[in-house]
């Protein structure tokens, strides 16, 4: 549910984005009017589109990266343990991220009666900010979810859809930690 509902808002987010733009476009060459203060509420929603993106990127696994290990080489252990170590960086620097999220979040909470607000139509900074929490704790979340999952089922074939193991690369039955 919670990933349609992402999935969802950086559709329509998106389409707001180009509509929005498209009458800008319009109103400015072909009438010569503006838009009044349509930059603050745009920029509200960029920022929860560029986070709830980022927290769907980290979901897929589908961010830009600059893995070359996979083509350079055919050993399936080199390759999980170059994904345990990335999935768990990732999720070090993004648990720093959530934890500076934090310390925005409640420096603008401490400071309430006198809250930033954009100028023209006085939305509270708090509301982008609180994007910063949601976007780096979901990615967080995804991040740890996906290291966890590499440390349960072992080498990174284990994870690809289709691919089938020998009875000898069983790691949960050869253990005998199942259930």
Same mark, same amino acid.
């Given at each position: 549910?919670?990933?349609?509902?992402?999935?969802?808002?950086?559709?329509?987010?998106?389409?707001?984005?180009?509509?929005?733009?498209?009458?800008?476009?319009?109103?400015?060459?072909?009438?010569?009017?503006?838009?009044?203060?349509?930059?603050?509420?745009?920029?509200?929603i960029?920022?929860?589109?560029?986070?709830? $993106?980022?927290?769907?990127?980290?979901?897929?696994?589908?961010h830009?990266?600059?893995?070359?290990?996979?083509?350079?080489?055919?050993?399936?252990?080199?390759?999980?343990?170059r994904?345990?170590?990335?999935?768990?960086?990732?999720?070090?620097?993004?648990?720093?991220?959530?934890?500076?999220?934090?310390?925005?979040?409640?420096?603008e909470i401490?400071?309430?009666?006198?809250?930033?607000?954009?100028?023209?139509?006085?939305?509270?900074?708090?509301?982008?900010?609180?994007?910063?929490?949601?976007?780096f704790?979901?990615? $967080?979340?995804?991040?740890?979810?996906?290291?966890?999952v590499?440390?349960?089922?072992?080498?990174?074939?284990?994870?690809?859809?289709?691919?089938?193991r020998?009875?000898?690369?069983?790691?949960?039955?050869?253990s005998g930690?199942?259930?």
């Open positions: 549910m919670l990933l349609a509902v992402k999935g969802a808002f950086v559709s329509v987010a998106s389409l707001i984005m180009a509509f929005t733009f498209f009458c800008v476009v319009i109103l400015r060459y072909g009438f010569e009017a503006d838009l009044f203060a349509y930059e603050e509420w745009l920029l509200i960029c920022f929860w589109l560029y986070f709830m $993106a980022s927290a769907l990127g980290t979901y897929e696994n589908s830009v990266n600059a893995d070359l290990l996979n083509y350079l080489t055919d050993n399936e252990r080199l390759k999980w343990l994904s345990v170590l990335v999935t768990s960086v990732e999720l070090v620097v993004t648990l720093f991220a959530v934890y500076w999220a934090v310390l925005v979040l409640r420096d401490a400071s309430h009666p006198y809250w930033q607000a954009t100028i023209a139509l006085k939305i509270p900074f708090i509301v982008p900010r609180f994007a910063l929490l949601v976007g704790g979901l990615m $967080a979340f995804y991040s740890a979810l996906r290291l966890y590499l440390l349960r089922l072992g080498r990174a074939s284990d994870l690809a859809p289709g691919v089938e020998s009875p000898e690369e069983e790691p949960l039955a050869a930690s199942e259930g």
